[in-house]
């Protein structure tokens, strides 16, 4: 089916693991978005792609590394997690009239 | 670094009351957009506002961006409980250079409804 995955959707994982959340979209939208969502803080963007091998930090980068060796896919790879990287993550596409796509998100709980 | 500020929180209403949330930028934007996320979900694209001073409408909902291109607000009118979630307002930096697609959310309006 089109659309933008997200994978897994839940996630518990031990402080100072790596993790990697993945992102899968049809569309084969040039410009990706990792966000991070938490109460009071909105959406957050961690990194972005605006096409396969060219990433860019976002807002809060700091924990987190991307790639983007295929278009279609845009994983989140938290090095050595932390308490505070618990959170709801979502991924985005940019369609070609500037929406932005959002899959249904991944919720990490680092213990 | 560019903010976007958005009040309230939180507002609950009686259905059938009217709703509105507001949204500010501390520099001028090239355009504003806003989003629903239903409890649960992920944000949903609404609408995008470009022009300084437009006005648009979708159904009960009506949108303004500000003359200056710095705010912006959501009118809900006769609220129903399908309204129920959070709404985003996320503003794009003037066009050009490294900022293309990249939005700067606010801290969203969680709206309920009791009916």
């Known amino acids: 089916d089109a659309g933008i995955t997200q994978s897994p959707r839940y996630k518990i994982t031990e402080t100072g693991r790596q993790v990697t959340l993945m992102c899968h979209q049809t569309w084969s939208h040039s410009y990706m978005f990792w966000y991070r969502q938490d109460l009071g803080h909105g959406l957050r963007l961690i990194y972005y792609s605006a096409a396969a091998d060219i990433t860019d930090k976002g807002e809060v980068p700091d924990g987190y590394v991307v790639s983007r060796s295929k278009t279609e896919n845009f994983p989140l790879t938290l090095e050595s997690a932390t308490r505070s990287q618990t959170s709801v993550y979502f991924c985005?596409?940019?369609?070609?009239?500037?929406?932005?796509?959002f899959g249904p998100g991944t919720r990490l709980t680092v213990t | 670094g560019q903010q976007v500020m958005q009040i309230p929180q939180y507002q609950h209403v009686q259905e059938g009351e009217d709703f509105t949330t507001y949204c500010n930028s501390s520099t001028t934007l090239s355009n504003i957009q806003w989003y629903k996320q239903r409890p649960g979900g992920h944000p949903v694209f609404l609408i995008q506002l470009v022009k300084s001073g437009e006005v648009k409408k979708q159904k009960r909902l009506t949108f303004q961006f500000g003359e200056a291109k710095k705010n912006s607000s959501l009118h809900i009118t006769a609220t129903q409980t399908t309204d129920v979630g959070t709404y985003f307002c996320a503003g794009s930096p003037r066009a050009g250079g490294t900022s293309y697609g990249k939005l700067t959310f606010g801290q969203g309006t969680i709206l309920t409804v009791h009916p």
């Open positions: 985005a596409s940019l369609s070609s009239g500037n929406e932005q796509y």
